[in-house]
């Protein structure tokens, strides 16, 4: 893995943040583990290290672990070496496979494998070579698609929002989970365009930190007003009428409503519905999962307890304590005030509002 940084300086530069790219060397990330005080990237030029960006959070959020798992595969397929379709068969299942065992949760990882099947299939009768460049291409259609669908969610969501006050996000949807603008960070960037005088508060989102280190970077690139708080603040802030709204992202939604998302997100939505504040989901219809019933279905990832125990290599909890890590949590959908997609925004009762909006676009497809 090849890498390239610069220091950044939060605030000084209003240009959006290359997520993740498809270059002639590999594929370009911005490394999100070194944020927000190092802007590095790595180029990956095997499959092989795609996934271990994947694994290690180089790249994370569902929406651009999706992609990145897509142009891992058209990376490994334009490497494999392979002569007739058959051997590139061999490698490409080989490839996926390996994509899909990177991070169980985010289902958009195991949608961005199926559309990299579907397009295989689609081209197998053609010669090895143009099938290689059909992968590439539906890869960055996967990319372009992403920003489209963010936006038309901040189209979507950005009435939602309220004219004036404190937005609370958890966890980072914002670019840097995505291809660009963000889920729940697109909805808040597309208020703030059309002149809502929003400020946002951030929960740290520990272990990982990535609303302190993330969504604060990204936002106050944007020059969007944000506030940090650690996330045993948030139901102060609410009793104290600082909130007025709740807007998170989603690595998965369950076909009854039931979002997993970031861990802390369901006590953000308990805290939420106590005092009265809408709380919101943005996400891609690929985070959409009609195949799973109901939250208690999801898989959960548990990552290492390290990333409890320590902040920057330092201990912060004895050593040998008992430590859980469950990186994520399911908030059921009596919680969701509302999911916002790109095909249009879902309401209670979510199994017929979400098929509902299945079904139209597969119809105008
Ligand atoms: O572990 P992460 O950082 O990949 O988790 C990210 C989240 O939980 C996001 O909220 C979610 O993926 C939505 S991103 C648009």
Redesign the pocket.
């Known amino acids: 893995m090849a890498t390239k940084s610069e220091i950044c300086e939060p605030g000084t530069e209003n240009s959006m943040v290359k997520t993740l790219e498809w270059t002639d060397e590999g594929v370009r990330f911005i490394d ?1 583990r070194k944020l927000p005080t190092e802007e590095t990237y790595v180029t990956c030029t095997t499959y092989e290290e795609v996934a271990d960006a994947i694994r290690t ?1 180089v790249v ?6 999706g992609v990145a798992a897509a142009m891992g595969i058209a990376l490994g397929a334009r490497n494999a070496d392979a002569g007739h379709v058959s051997e590139l068969r061999r490698a490409f299942d080989q490839i996926c496979e390996a994509m899909g065992e990177t ?1 169980p ?2 289902v ?1 990882l195991f949608w961005a494998i199926r559309r990299m099947q579907q397009k295989f299939e689609a081209c197998s009768e053609l010669p090895v070579d143009q099938i290689r460049q059909a992968l590439i291409t539906e890869a960055q259609r996967m990319y372009v698609e992403d920003i489209a669908a963010n936006e038309a969610m901040g189209r979507h969501g950005a009435t939602l929002m309220p004219a004036s006050g404190g937005v609370l996000t ?5 670019a840097l ?2 291809c660009g603008y ?4 697109g909805v808040i960037r597309a208020a703030v365009e059309a002149g809502k005088k929003i400020q946002v508060y951030a929960d740290e989102t520990r272990p ?1 930190l ?1 609303g302190s280190r993330l969504t604060a970077w990204e936002l106050m690139k944007d020059g969007i007003p944000t506030t940090v708080i650690s996330d045993n603040m948030a139901g102060a802030m609410m009793k104290q009428g600082k909130i007025g709204a709740v807007v ?4 998965r939604i369950a076909a009854n409503g039931d979002v997993a ?2 861990i802390g ?1 369901y006590t953000v939505a308990v805290l939420a519905k106590e005092h009265g504040i809408p709380f919101y989901v ?2 891609p219809f690929s ?1 959409v999962d009609l195949e799973t019933p109901d939250g208690s279905k999801i898989p959960i ?1 548990q ?1 290492s307890t390290r990333e409890v125990t320590h902040i920057a290599g330092k201990a912060i909890a004895p050593e040998g304590v008992k430590v859980e890590n469950p ?2 949590d399911v908030t059921p959908a009596k919680y969701v005030g509302a999911i916002i997609t790109e095909r249009g925004v879902a309401r209670a009762p979510y199994e017929q509002s979400l098929r509902r909006l299945a079904e139209t676009v597969a119809a105008a497809d």
Not at 60 to 65: D, T
């Open positions: 999100q959070m994370r959020g569902a929406p651009a672990i991070r949760t985010a958009n958890h966890c980072n949807a914002g989970a995505t963000g889920t729940a960070l990982f990535q998170v992202g989603a690595d998302n970031k997100t943005a996400a985070t990832e990552r990186a994520f």
